[in-house]
């Protein structure tokens, strides 16, 4: 199937002053939409057009770079922006979640801790992942457009520190972009959406 490039879940200005409209513009509209049209394009030479983005992104991983790169942060950006909800953040989780956070990770704010850690030292661009792998939570970091999919794992949150994810509104300040996110910006009710799928 065809990659398709979604409309945000919000209007542009929705995330401001944590993500600006500016951000939101150039990332979904002129980024997001370059690994659409790329991946697309790619998938059909390799003849993996009717696969699904999950499928492509297995399957291209080690053995077709420039298809995975597109396909990978296709995948990694259609729940990057449902990840993301004005008002979001904070330290309320829902309950089958925190209780989660609280026995694999060692509570909120170590997973806090942790989940900047990874995003901070990821060297370059990359992403900073919380996903469930054999059941349990576990926080990774990943370089480009890699993903938890390619090493057995289910993400679900992530959050992308390409410097075009924060640039404009963090300048070089890589943390500070980081803490904003997970205490305003995350959506819980899909971070828990994808727990529940993932440990069904």
Known sequence: MAFELPELPYDYEALSPFM?????EFHHDKHHKAYVDNGNKLAAEAGMADLSV????????????????????????????KWMKKGGGGTKLPGK??????????????FKADLIAAGTTQFGSGWAWLSVKDGKLVISKTPNGENPLVHGAEPILGVDV????YYIDYRNARPKYLEAFVDSLINWDYVLERYEAATK
């Open 162 to 165: 390409w410097e075009h994810s």
């Open 54 to 81: 999950e499928e492509v992104v297995k399957k291209s991983f080690g053995t077709n770079q420039g298809l995975f790169n597109n396909a990978a942060q296709h995948y990694n950006h259609v729940h990057f922006w």
């Open 20 to 24: 600006s409209k500016e951000t939101l």
């Open 97 to 110: 979640l925190e209780a989660a956070v609280a026995s694999d990770l060692g509570g909120y704010d170590k």
